[in-house]
């Protein structure tokens, strides 16, 4: 749910809104794709922008709220997770190719160069930073459980999730008409999310999760609670495929 939810931010109302709102017409709208019948560097820049934006109003949002159920917040903590890690990559991918919804034709090697090096760098510090905004938030989120967590446990918590995204942005692709294998190509995002496998190992190493004692402790999940999340998760997982992963037309 949480990589849909960053994907619709991404091309549907990043690309989309940013289109309509210069005046252009939307053609094709896709879980990996976005074109339209005026090409525009702005177009493309909204994407990945809209995707830093919404990722640090749920930071913020994050930081600031305490009332939040378990499985809210960590709807929300991976969201944002995704969100700004899609930032960061994109970055770094058009640094380093070329390609991708920041890079641009510059006419004269010197500046294109200049562009490409600015990206990198951009892309290298933004994820190291959103590396540790996230883990600060996921500190205070699992702090709040009435729980100890292991290493395993943390782990699940971000594998899961990562898996999830990678697995589901293949299988909504596969809905596309005429796919190829570089339209499974576009749609491989496990280098782009990887940084935060690394973060369950950052929260153990840091020694500021609290130790609690475990008798009686409460879960941080209620088993119809998961099971009506699971539920939802899949019927919006099946629209997102019909819809989305499928291409919309105009």
């Not at 091309?11 to 939307?26: F, N, P, S, T, V």
């Not at 600031?64 to 960061?88: C, E, G, I, P, V």
């Not at 576009?186 to 609290?210: C, G, H, Q, T, V």
């Not at 609690?212 to 879960?219: A, F, P, Y």
Request: glycine letters at 6%; hydrophobic letters at 50%; a positive charge.
């Amino acid at each position: 749910m949480s990589y849909i939810i960053a994907d619709i931010a991404h091309e549907a109302i990043g690309h989309g809104g940013a289109c309509l709102i210069a005046g252009g017409e939307i053609t094709l709208l896709t879980s990996v794709y976005f074109r339209s019948a005026i090409h525009s560097f702005i177009t493309d820049a909204f994407g990945p922008l809209t995707n830093l934006a919404i990722g640090l109003l749920l930071w913020t949002l994050l930081r600031k709220t305490n009332h939040l159920k378990a499985y809210t917040q960590l709807l929300l903590l991976h969201t944002m997770t995704f969100n700004l890690f899609w930032f960061s990559w994109l970055c770094f991918y058009a640094g380093i190719t070329n390609k991708g919804d920041f890079a641009f034709d510059i006419s004269g090697t010197t500046e294109l160069l200049t562009w490409r090096i600015f990206l990198i760098v951009v892309g290298i510090l933004s994820y190291r930073i959103f590396f540790y905004l996230i883990a600060g938030v996921a500190l205070k989120i699992f702090n709040s459980f009435k729980t100890n967590f292991s290493i395993q446990h943390l782990l699940q918590l971000f594998l899961i999730p990562y898996l999830s995204a990678g697995v589901s942005a293949l299988i909504a692709v596969s809905f596309f008409n005429p796919h190829s294998i570089d339209t499974f190509i576009e749609a491989i995002n496990f280098p782009m999310f990887f940084p935060m496998l690394l973060i369950p190992r950052y929260l153990r190493k840091s020694d500021k999760l609290l130790q609690r004692e475990t008798n009686n402790l409460e879960q941080p999940f209620l088993t119809k609670q998961q099971l009506n999340f699971i539920f939802y998760g899949v019927i919006i997982f099946i629209i997102f495929c019909w819809t989305m992963g499928r291409g919309i037309r105009f």
